[in-house]
């Protein structure tokens, strides 16, 4: 028996206690046989529901005391017994209800649709499978992109693409309104408010709320810009449906509550909605996977081989945010940066484009989207860098010596393994910006470890952040100043870290940034994910 049905059936003996309380009042004799008929039926068809739920065959201690409890109401409707006997009966089938029907599995059910997104999940799903107590699936689902016009597009299925070690239920065989799993994980938090996909709408956060006793969000993005002090937000349906939002830091916690707490005080969320905790800082999976993937572990196409044979590795990583913000200057920029790259012979190039890549451009930035698809053509063809738009991403982070990336939530990620990363910034144009005209990395270099000495998550303005991450960036932002040759500097950085005294410093402030800041950083989040959640069901919290 599963814990909602249990708690159904206590509360169909609450109705019989509720009942007992109008015998008590000394109705009129022919309203209290009435009503005795009624508890009699009524605690036969509780029995019904129970074995329909235990199975034919099945006798249970607690069917038994119901329809002796049946017995007692026909006899005192015959004026043989008191209604004190029917109580204590009643009294004796909640007490079997509780020990007898306890909750023999948990139920939890993850609801993914990408799977490059899958990652978020992942060690949480692994370690609800290792429970011999809980049935755990795995339930991937469609998606659509979006059209020009806001309206769904074509629909997209990965559940056929998973590796063997993950079981995949068929979405369409998963009836999540007749199985009232446990627990329901989900990934995306827009609902119908993302214009560039949405998932299946029987999968919003909005159509499963009711038919779970747990809602549980886990982002798949890494929220990274955090202010020290909270700021007004959107409100997105994760996080004012949700009974439990999951994230993996303390300083994303606060500007939830207070996102929350302002919801409330607007009418825009009930006053129950900070009733109990609905944020924990637990970690993410994501961070799992990128400690706990290894090299030796992946599988390599032999072309890729060839190409990295005897170079090191520069993941070029481009996210949608930057499409979005940079428009124009992020394709002036990323044809600026293979231009630099192609021809290398020391370093190969390791581009991985997010996987809404296009479609992004084809719902938001339609005109841009030629443009796009002849630098990807161009590069493919040239067959001198990898292109990689598989789902795994952690393949590309453990393979890599060193990331250059647009902002996203790849930083954190990356700040995880320690090696050198760099920022290229498509959505800042201060004006009269200068030029540095040093030829090597050390000056870039000094600058961020003197920003990561100076305060937690190198933050050394007076701004209200709790990482200034431009201070990884192929600019100066603060005064103004763009660095020449960067990325040839960053290289060379990659290429030879022995020739600066600092490099191990810096690999060592940055793998102190991360453990500061994020919570179970050892590889085990998902683990401490799934334990929180079962003591969450099993103790009713």
């Not at 991937?140 to 590796?163: N, V």
């Not at 020449?484 to 060379?492: P, Y």
Request: contains cysteine; glycine residues 6%; hydrophobic residues 40%.
């Amino acid at each position: 028996m599963k814990k909602y049905q249990q708690k159904n059936v206590l509360e169909l003996l609450e109705t019989l206690n509720e009942a007992h309380g109008e015998l008590r009042k000394r109705i009129a004799p022919e309203m209290a046989v009435n009503l005795l008929a009624d508890c009699q039926n009524f605690a036969l068809r509780i029995g019904e529901y129970i074995e329909e739920i235990e199975g034919e065959g099945i006798r249970t201690e607690t069917v038994g005391l119901l329809a002796e409890y049946s017995e007692i109401a026909f006899k005192i409707s015959k004026g043989e017994g008191t209604t004190k006997e029917l109580q204590r009966q009643l009294f004796e089938i909640e007490h079997s209800v509780r020990n007898e029907l306890k909750p023999n599995k948990l139920e939890v059910v993850f609801f993914p649709y990408q799977l490059s997104m899958f990652d978020s999940f992942r060690s949480v799903y692994l370690a609800a499978k290792a429970d011999p107590d809980c049935d755990a699936y795995c339930v991937p689902i469609p998606w659509f992109d979006r059209k020009a016009d806001g309206t769904l597009g074509k629909m997209y299925y990965d559940g056929d693409r998973y590796l063997s070690d993950i079981e995949i239920t068929d979405w369409r065989s998963y009836n999540v309104a007749e199985r009232h799993p446990d627990v329901i994980f989900t990934q995306n938090p827009y609902d119908g408010i993302n214009l560039v996909t949405s998932v299946h709408p029987d999968y919003y956060s909005s159509a499963l709320k009711e038919k779970t006793n747990l809602l549980v969000f886990i982002d798949y993005g890494l929220p990274y810009w955090m202010p020290r002090e909270p700021i007004d937000g959107t409100l997105l349906p994760s996080h004012t449906l949700s009974d439990l939002y999951v994230t993996y830091s303390k300083e994303y916690v606060e500007q939830t509550r207070y996102l929350l707490k302002r919801g409330v005080s607007a009418g825009l969320l009930p006053k129950q909605a900070m009733a109990r905790e609905r944020v924990a800082v637990l970690g993410s999976p994501k961070f799992d996977a990128v400690i706990n993937t290894k090299r030796e572990n992946c599988v390599l196409p032999d072309a890729w081989r060839r190409l990295m044979s005897g170079k090191k590795v520069l993941l070029l990583s481009t996210s949608v945010g930057a499409i979005l913000q940079g428009n124009e200057k992020f394709i002036e920029k990323l044809q600026s940066a293979l231009e630099t790259l192609r021809g290398r012979n020391d370093i190969v190039v390791w581009w991985r484009p997010h996987p809404l890549s296009e479609a992004t451009y084809t719902s938001m930035r339609p005109q841009l989207l030629d443009q796009y698809r002849s630098i990807v053509r161009e590069y493919r063809v040239g067959g001198w860098g990898i292109y990689d738009d598989t789902p795994d991403l952690h393949r590309a982070i453990a393979w890599s010596d060193g990331c250059y990336t647009n902002e996203s939530s790849l930083l954190f990620l990356y700040l995880a393994t320690g090696k050198p990363f760099a920022i290229n910034i498509v959505a800042f144009s201060p004006e009269n910006l200068g030029k540095h005209s040093s030829n090597d990395f050390a000056s870039a270099l000094e600058w961020r470890i003197r920003c990561m000495r100076s305060a937690k998550g190198a933050n050394i303005i007076d701004g209200n952040c709790t990482i200034w991450w431009h201070a990884f960036a192929d600019m100066d932002v603060i005064h103004k100043v763009e660095y020449c040759d960067f990325l040839e500097r960053f290289i060379h950085f990659i290429l030879h870290e022995d020739e600066y005294p600092d490099a191990e410093l810096y690999r060592q402030l940055k793998l102190q940034m991360f453990r500061e800041f994020v919570a179970n950083p050892d590889g085990t989040a998902g683990e401490k994910i799934y334990e929180h959640i079962k003591k969450r069901i099993l103790e009713g919290i």
